[in-house]
């Protein structure tokens, strides 16, 4: 089945709260870019510590550099099962 972006968009990511959170996670990238320590193309991303859905902040200590695969892979068990 192909993925309705679109629908997606309209009933998720057009939502005011999930803009909120989209413009903190950019802000956060932009901080990290002027601090020199990502840059566009790198392979990194700019990892809430805490979670922004979970009352994360963009504030120095709540934020990290970590590789693209170790942020948007899925934490597994011993036995390599999703968690």
Known sequence: MARDYEKEYREYHSK??????RAMRNAARREM????RV????GRDVDHKRAIRNGGTNAAS???VI???ENRGFK???KNRPI
């Open 16 to 21: 005011p709260e999930q803009k909120k959170n």
């Open 33 to 36: 870019e002027e601090e020199g």
């Open 39 to 42: 840059r566009k193309g790198d």
């Open 62 to 64: 709540n934020l990290r």
């Open 67 to 69: 590789s693209k695969s």
């Open 76 to 78: 597994r068990d011993s």
